[in-house]
């Protein structure tokens, strides 16, 4: 029994408490630090499952830039989640109950934890560990599989990545069109003159009362900060 | 964003070594964890925690969107141009060995160096491309809106 089996047993309750904490959750913000929490211990448990190259990507690309994407992306929606209807929850419960027994007929098929007789220790694997030294003088056998042995697959990679950022640039622009966009969140039409940000922004709950005097921009309450500008107060300005 | 003394302070001496952490993931790749995937990421990453702590209008004139559209080009150049390049040697595509005919070993070790480069421009690129794509698109917040 390997002696990081607890550790390991450790990081994967950890997975299923964040998992479950990020499903429950309603605010956007704790859900996008909750994932980078998901990242890290991923990341820590793939160190101690010695994939450190792997472990080197998801806390870089995990936690660290998705991380600032995601919340990037969430300043352009809703700061909450909408609760859905329960009646809405059979369908994806349904496939995820179909997806997950799936998953427990083929762990059969699965060789056990840390066999040396695996698809991935046998055939051409142990060859590239075998002739790495000889063929490509590098001690690190992740590299020589990577950029020479499967140049072709890394290759696709870049491209791949290369093709994502196309496709961002091509749908948002490199500037974000240049600061003179137009959005309408929540029906409220902002600009860089009326942003968001750019004023203080009321809220529903501290908007003010019917009886009170309407104000032009009424000061917003320290607790107002949370939340964007929602209809009835965009309608009003 | 002047409140944040220590942040600043902190990020501004952390920056320089990220990044330089960055370029030490890449060259040492043949012999450690690491490559130019990872090391792009970290280099990228770099730039989005300068964007986060001093603005992305700091950000933008440190690296200029137009450097980030031509060097996800460029990386992708690189590494299909290596690729090319053992073409017009006389191998076949990526296989490094015709670089250096008498060490095919050497070849490898160039192949790798070059494909390595490409890999971590494009990546890099594209990571702050991203960035600045989402991030350009609302205006700075204030403290509270937070």
Redesign the interface.
Known sequence: MPSTILLDIGFMAMLVVVAFSIIRLRSL?AIVMLQGVYSLICAAWFVSLDA??VA??EA??GA??ST??ML??M??ADRDSKPVPMSRQFGPLLVVILAGLAMFYALGDMPAYGDAHSAANSYVGMDYMAKTA???????V???V???YR??D??G???V??S???G??L???????A?K?R?QPNGVRIS?AS????RKRPMPKDAPQPTQKPTPKPA?K?KA?RKRVTKKTGEKS | MTPHVILRVVSKFLIPLIAMFAFY?QFH??????????AG??L??SV?LYA?IFGLAEAKKAIP?SW??IG??L??LL??GT?VMTWLLGGE??N?GVFSPEH??HG??W??LL??L??LL??A???V??????????????E???
């Open positions: 913000f450190v190259d080197f990507t870089a690309v660290g830039v600032v994407l990037a992306a300043l352009l000889e063929e490509i003088h590098i001690p690190n992740v590299t020589a990577l950029a020479s140049g072709y890394t290759f990679e870049t491209v990545i290369f994502a950022g196309l961002v640039l749908l948002l622009g490199l500037n974000g069109n600061g966009w959005a860089k942003a968001p940000a750019a917003a320290p900060t | 993931v790749g043949d012999f450690g964890p690491g490559g130019g995937f990872q990421v970290i990228a990453a989005i986060l969107p980030v559209r996800m080009t990386g992708v590494y299909g690729g595509f990526l490094y095919p070993s490898q070790h192949g790798i494909v390595e490409g890999v494009a990546v690129s594209v990571m491309a991203i960035f600045y794509a989402f991030g350009s698109r609302q205006p700075d917040l204030t509270e809106d937070w």
